[in-house]
Structures are given as structure tokens and as C-alpha cells.
């Protein structure tokens, strides 16, 4: 099974984008929904502009003026996505960082965001990329992460998701907080209330039936992609320790395909890490 599919053709990506699963473009936060473009939009719009010529160091030490980066990217302005791109003071050490963004095109994927820090005038290092994370800068200026894209085929369908609507049902956790600081884009911790509104969310999906599936081409209702956004979540937000993440899904996830969905989940888990800097 593939997590991410970054380039389909021009007709695939149209059709993926139905309203079931247009939903997943928008980020869920306390207080409300946000339309990720919307949001992308409201950020930017607080940014100072950059100049075109401004030079930017990349990870693998080229260096690019930002009229041609998004060129070198290869971004996508296909449903209206587009790139942004501005100027703030992201921790409040009164330098201002260059925040990228872009859109790779595909089937439910890929929002793609650059921090880089200032080191000349007018020139820029990178610092940090967030990939295929739904990203939306809130008012702190913390970058919310969503692993909806990265584990939207985890043994279902893109737009299926686990749906218990009564009172006792476990409650949505799927994303994560980022803060930049000295140079660096860093996971903020978990605290106890999330911490035990996880340990509540595996408790209660550890006792839903079982959903065999025939074979690789199967899809559940979204039971096992559930348990994986609860425990990336997990993982992220309490030490990245993969040991007491594995206890965790042991404790809670007893049905036969154990090995199967905890090999699919590290793999994921993997291409998270290599693709993006937190």
C-alpha cells in the first residue's frame, strides 16, 4: 500500500477531489474549521513581501533566487492552491524568517511549506519543510500538522473515516502543533489532557469488532487508520519514542493483522521523517 501519490494526471486529480473528500483539505483546529487555502491566505497576508531576487540556500547547498524557486519545486497551481510566500518574525527575536509555500499536485496531496532564517541581507538559509501536513499557521504562529494526508489510505479509502456519533464515542486526534525557534521547527509537547484523551480514544476503538479484510485491496471503515492517527499523534507529541509507541499499540490493537498494520504504520511513519524537518 502507498501512502502518497505525489503526481497523477490532470483527470485523476480532478475527480479526487470530491466533496467527501475535499474535507480533508481543511484543517481542524479548537475553535473551528479553517479552510486551508483560506487559511494560507489570512497568514500570508500579515507577511511582509520578499524581493524577487532574494537568494535562498537550499538543504542541499544550492543556492536559488526566489523567482525561480517555485520553478525548481516544480509547485502546482492546479485548484487554485497556488504558491505563497512572505516575510515574519516567527519567534520574536526581531529577524525576520522567509516562509515558503507551495502545492505539489496530486490525489489528495501534497501542501508543502519552507521556513528559511536570515543570514545575509537579503539572503536566506533553509531551515525546515513541513510535506503533505494540511499545514495551517494559526495566530501563535505554530504551524498545525495533520497526518489526514500521510494516512489516508491506511487500509481504507481516502475519505473514509471512523464514525461513531454518540456521546461515548472516541473524539477526533489527528494533529500536531510546530513551533520555530532559534533556527529550528520543533513538535510542541503533548500535556496530560491530550495524553489521556488518546489513552481514552485506543481504549474505546480497542473494543469495535474486527474487520477482516480479504486482501491487500481491501478496505476497512477507517477502524485501523483511527488507531494510526491516534498513536503518530501519540508518538510526536510525547518524546518520538518509537518503544513506548509500539506498547501502546500492543496494549490496545488485539486483532490478528497486529504485524501487518504496525509494519504499515512505521513505514509511514518513516517517509514522514524523511520528508519533513520537526
Given at each position: 500500500m502507498k501512502p502518497l501519490f505525489r503526481f497523477f494526471v490532470l483527470a485523476l486529480l480532478l475527480l479526487s477531489f470530491s466533496a467527501s473528500a475535499k474535507k480533508y483539505f481543511q484543517q481542524q483546529t479548537q475553535d473551528s474549521i479553517i479552510d486551508q487555502e483560506e487559511c494560507n491566505e489570512k497568514f500570508f497576508a500579515t507577511c511582509d513581501p520578499a524581493l524577487p531576487k532574494t537568494l535562498m540556500v537550499l538543504k542541499n547547498k544550492k543556492t536559488v533566487s526566489l523567482k525561480n524557486f517555485f520553478n525548481f519545486t516544480g509547485a502546482d497551481t492546479l485548484m487554485g492552491?497556488?504558491?505563497h510566500q512572505g516575510l515574519k518574525d516567527l519567534d520574536q527575536d526581531g529577524k525576520k524568517e522567509l516562509i515558503l509555500y507551495d502545492y505539489t499536485g496530486g490525489a489528495h496531496c501534497c501542501d508543502e511549506y519552507y521556513v528559511f532564517k536570515n543570514i545575509a541581507p537579503n539572503k536566506y538559509q533553509y531551515v525546515a519543510k513541513t510535506f503533505a501536513g494540511d499545514v495551517c499557521i494559526n495566530n501563535n504562529n505554530e504551524f498545525i500538522y495533520?497526518?489526514?494526508?500521510?494516512?489516508?489510505?491506511?487500509?481504507?479509502?481516502?475519505?473514509?473515516?471512523?464514525?461513531?456519533?454518540?456521546?461515548?464515542?472516541p473524539q477526533?486526534?489527528?494533529?500536531?502543533?510546530?513551533?520555530?525557534?532559534?533556527?529550528?521547527?520543533?513538535?510542541?509537547?503533548?500535556?496530560?489532557?491530550?495524553?489521556?484523551?488518546?489513552?481514552?480514544?485506543?481504549?474505546?476503538?480497542?473494543?469495535?469488532?474486527?474487520?477482516?479484510?480479504?486482501?491487500?485491496?481491501?478496505?476497512?471503515?477507517?477502524?485501523?487508520?483511527?488507531?494510526?492517527?491516534?498513536l503518530v499523534v501519540y508518538y510526536y507529541s510525547f518524546g518520538k519514542n518509537i518503544g513506548q509507541t509500539k506498547i501502546l499499540f500492543d496494549k490496545y490493537y488485539k486483532f490478528p493483522d497486529a504485524k501487518t498494520v504496525w509494519k504499515e504504520f512505521v513505514q509511514i511513519l518513516n517517509g514522514i521523517k524523511s520528508e519533513s524537518d520537526f
Open positions: 492552491m497556488g504558491t495533520s497526518f489526514y494526508q500521510q494516512y489516508g489510505y491506511f487500509f481504507t479509502c481516502f475519505a473514509c473515516g471512523f464514525s461513531d456519533t454518540t456521546d461515548a464515542g477526533s486526534v489527528a494533529s500536531i502543533a510546530l513551533r520555530y525557534n532559534k533556527g529550528k521547527l520543533a513538535v510542541v509537547p503533548g500535556n496530560m489532557e491530550l495524553k489521556n484523551k488518546i489513552m481514552d480514544n485506543l481504549g474505546k476503538l480497542k473494543e469495535y469488532p474486527y474487520q477482516k479484510l480479504q486482501d491487500e485491496a481491501d478496505q476497512d471503515d477507517g477502524l485501523r487508520k483511527e488507531f494510526a492517527l491516534n
